[in-house]
Nanobody, 117 residues
């Protein structure tokens, strides 16, 4: 079983930066993908970014250039660096891990990011 622990959310002014972290523990197999989704009130959940264990990244088109995803495989941790934040980035950000071995998704509890104007 996999557990995910997120940290780094909070309140920031527009134009500021935050870095989210998501540490995985438990039965983690080497082939996996990790990433972040977000959901704002009244809106559908959307993919923010993902990264495979091999380092291949994928971003929502609207976030390219402002958000950067990275991972430390030795620590089983994925990071989301968010720069030039806008009020519309306000959402609950949830980390996930997809295991290529079990073909299952594991989700974190979510962390609130609030960007004030």
């Amino acid at each position: 079983q996999v557990q995910l622990a997120e940290s780094g959310g909070g309140l920031v002014q527009a134009g500021g930066s935050l870095r989210l972290s998501c540490a995985a523990s438990g039965s983690i197999f080497s082939i996996n993908a990790m990433g972040w989704y977000r959901q704002a009130p009244g809106k559908q959940r959307e993919l923010v970014a993902s990264i495979t264990s091999g380092g291949t990244t994928n971003y929502a088109d609207s976030l390219k250039g402002r958000f950067t995803i990275s991972r430390d495989n030795a620590k089983n941790t994925v990071y989301l660096q968010m720069n030039s934040l806008k009020p519309e980035d306000t959402a609950v950000y949830s980390c996930y891990l997809y295991s290529g071995h079990t073909r299952r998704y594991t989700w974190g509890q979510g962390t609130q990011v609030t960007v004030s104007s």
